[in-house]
């Protein structure tokens, strides 16, 4: 669903997208339908993608002029691990900064033990996962993980600016209600 598109049920897709843009719309401005939040969506993602390009352009220039890095944000991070967007600029077998290899090494091992155990029981006519589709079911986990991670991350920081914001609204009245009280 981060990446774009939905594999399986369309319509639980379609319901997490709703709930995702009324939890959105209830913290305040703007207010936008679901289509709406699906854009912004996208194009930040595409924002973040350009970064990431604009930055592996200038590290791979060879000179002769500024070096215009632009600095990714942890929020920008975070997103570009969950969508795979360092995979998508750098390339599948290069060096990638995607979800962490730690949880995707335990996942792997994890696996392979299992497989290891249910061979000493079962004869060999199971049939085995390739390795392609451990790997993609250890990223699967390794995202979810990631988009958890960054889900509490934007509810934490939406929550404390709309109390630095409400704290704000609250003394503004106040002082507008003394300067036209006292008047």
Known sequence: MARGFAKGDRVAAEAKWIEL????NAIGPPIKDVAGWEKVWCDWKANIRKK????????RATGGGPYCQQPLTAMEEDVAKL???FEMVEGVGAVAYGAPTTIIEEEVAEEKAEEIATE??????????TAAAVDLRSLCVAQVQEMKLINSTIVQSISKKWKVFAQEDLHLKKEHFQKNGNS
Request: with cysteine; charged share 40%; proline share 4%.
């Open 120 to 129: 000493e029981e079962e004869p060999s006519r199971k049939r085995r996962r």
């Open 21 to 24: 843009a009324g939890a959105l």
């Open 83 to 85: 969508c795979g967007l």
């Open 52 to 59: 990431i390009a604009q930055n592996k352009a200038e590290v």
